[in-house]
């Protein structure tokens, strides 16, 4: 087992350096630069244009600038924006406390709802609650994240307001401090609506993905086996059927969790959050490469970080999992 | 003489996955539901008697007025006849994302699966690499550089997508590979390209079949996510995402305007969805049989 944590470890570092490699070139190698972001329009002298480029490093070649990128990425520096000249680090760890909040959130929603929605729907298979389940399930998977964010708005903003149904507006502002999502004063309404939001999709994926794994395993002899032995309906469930459900159930979640960030991406311009998705987002528009390097090198690392623990947690959960890279695979 | 016996016709695998693929109520209805969207793609820019990029001056009003069937937008421009062709952009667009896909999928994949080895090594660690890259980046990187024109965009979708059908295929492949009649027919003295094209070929269609309805959803939905985010298609191009991005300023006083291309792409993707789900069950021979 330690071999192999070692192992995968080096991969990962490895997986991290190639696709920052990646984004750099994507960044860097094509235009996008600091002078037109500053002067627009407006043509500039030669020696102020020249000036820019110095400040930035961009009269280096190429190499020597991706060198001393990982240089100032080692002493903790991720640059300068082009844009106002603020520093990533501080653009970072203001996107960085709203996003950890919306995804942990939405995380952890996701994952009660989920499980709530799977095992339910396997232990009552066929019943009106299985049923309404799967018609839910199967139809939030068609409806993209930007949609079902306008109409959550809608329904619990909009709506409400025009309607005075107070108790039913949750379009409340984003809190502003990390407590406010951990102990509910009235302010905890404000992320409800976004969690949910982030949550909705995947979870009825995994859900559906959990009721399925359940029911194949429950053919299973050695459920009957159990069964037989006359152990307790609740031992054979969550002892023997749920621990062998969880595998493909695992590396769903684990997909849907490095994919998490692109339906960050989507809620937080939906609902106007200053989390790291928008500025992404606006950053890469306005071609602005340090500040999309130097967060995307954050949302890279979280996911290689979550591949990591999805490939550790089969070998913890299924012991028949042979930990030699070939079997792993 | 003997009573003769009832025997169950007898149905080839093809013929039951069709019998059970129409007794699913739930893929019918989205059959159903993804053929009038397509006819209503087909005709409906040519019979609603507007263009999709007339402006007008009735603006903002509501759905039956003025000869607008679905209303018209904060331009006044007819939303029907925007709402379908963007119904025909997206099915377009996806289609042919979803071909290129399946095709860079089949081949990296097949390569990979099949031949193992350094190679296979290679594209898999390639594939580790892109899967922790945002999608939404690499999309951002391209349309911002080379301009939102309907290539660079299928390019754009490609390469959002390309790993999972690749990756899928591998797997496929590296399973159907050690069964036994592979090896049987290895044993006869078949060739690589026979083995590949009569024996693996034929038992890795139908989970190709199910990952291409999936990935045509899935390219519609990316599609119209990446034209919210201001990097797709743009003003006036009519893609439901465009719509859905400009209607956001409307929806206290004018919800029609988000709710129309809102219900038509879900209804698009969630068609597509019940198609593949029901082909899914249909096409696995483990439910054969099973009621």
């Known amino acids: ?329 | 003489m003997s009573e003769i016996e009832q025997i169950p016709q007898s149905l080839s695998y093809w013929q039951d996955v069709r019998k059970r693929f129409f007794g699913n109520k739930i893929s019918i209805v989205g059959l159903a539901m993804l053929v009038i969207l397509i006819v209503a793609g087909i005709v409906g820019p040519f019979i609603s008697g507007w263009k999709y990029d007339n402006l007008g001056p009735d603006i903002l009003v509501g759905p039956g007025s003025n000869g607008h069937w679905l209303g018209t937008d904060d331009l006044g421009r007819d939303i029907f006849t925007r709402v379908t062709f963007g119904i025909r952009l997206s099915l377009t667009v996806a289609i042919v994302v979803t071909a290129i896909s399946v095709f860079v999928g089949v081949t990296l994949g097949g390569i990979a699966g099949y031949f193992g080895g350094w190679i296979d090594t290679i594209i898999s660690r390639f594939i580790d690499t892109w899967q922790v890259i945002p999608f939404v980046l690499i999309g951002f990187a391209i349309i911002t550089v080379f301009g939102s024109s309907f290539w660079v965009i299928v390019a754009a979708l490609v390469l959002t997508g390309w790993y999972s059908t690749t990756r899928l295929f591998r797997a496929s492949v590296m399973q159907v590979k050690s069964l036994d009649y592979v090896e049987a027919a290895r044993a006869t003295g078949a060739s690589t390209k026979r083995i590949i094209l009569r024996h693996i070929g034929p038992n890795a269609i139908p989970p190709i079949i199910v990952v291409l309805a999936f990935s045509v959803a899935g390219a519609i939905l990316s599609e119209s996510v990446y034209a919210f985010l201001g990097v797709g298609f743009r003003e006036p191009t009519p893609s439901l995402g465009v719509m859905i991005s400009s209607s956001r300023n409307y929806l206290t006083d004018k919800p029609f305007v988000f709710f129309i291309p809102g219900s038509v792409l879900v209804l698009l993707t969630l068609s597509i969805v019940l198609i593949g789900d029901g082909l899914r069950d249909a096409l696995d021979p483990k439910l054969r049989g099973v009621k």
Do not use: C
């Open chain 1, 1 to 329: 087992m330690f071999t192999y944590t070692i192992k995968r470890l080096l991969q990962s570092l490895i997986v991290v350096w190639a696709a920052v490699t990646l984004m750099f070139a994507l960044f860097f190698i094509i235009p996008g630069d600091p002078i037109s972001l500053k002067s627009g329009e407006k043509a500039l002298p030669q020696e102020i244009l020249d000036n820019i480029e110095r400040k930035y490093g961009l009269d280096k070649p190429t190499y020597v600038q991706y060198f001393r990128f990982w240089g100032n990425l080692f002493r903790g520096d991720l640059g300068y924006s082009y844009k106002n000249d603020k520093s990533v680090n501080t653009i970072l760890h203001d996107g960085l406390s709203t996003s950890a909040r919306l995804l942990f959130w939405g995380a952890l929603l996701q994952l009660i709802i989920a499980l709530t929605v799977g095992l339910t729907s396997a232990i009552k298979r066929g019943s009106l609650g299985d049923r309404i389940g799967t018609i839910f399930t199967v139809g939030i998977q068609g409806i993209p994240v930007f949609v079902s964010g306008l109409l959550a708005q809608y329904l619990f903003g909009v709506l409400p307001f025009q309607m005075h149904w107070d108790w039913l507006n949750f379009f409340k502002p984003w809190p502003t401090t990390w407590h406010a999502g951990v102990i509910p004063g009235d302010s905890w309404k404000g992320i409800v609506l976004p969690a949910l939001v982030v949550a909705l999709v995947d979870a009825a994926f995994i859900a559906r993905m959990l009721r399925s794994s359940l029911l194949e395993v429950l053919r299973a002899d050695y459920i009957r086996t159990a069964f037989a032995k006359g152990l307790s309906a609740r031992r054979v469930w969550f002892h023997h059927a749920l621990r062998n459900a969880l595998i493909p159930v695992v590396t769903v979640y684990g997909t849907s969790l490095i994919g998490i960030f692109g339906v960050a991406v989507q809620t937080e311009k939906v609902f106007s959050l200053p989390g790291m998705g928008s500025t992404i987002a606006d950053s890469a528009l306005s071609q602005d490469a340090p500040v999309v390097l130097g967060l995307a090198i954050v949302v890279i690392s979280f996911g290689a970080v979550v591949n990591l623990i999805v490939d550790l947690s089969y070998a913890l959960i299924d012991p028949r999992i042979k930990i030699d890279s070939k079997a792993v695979h």
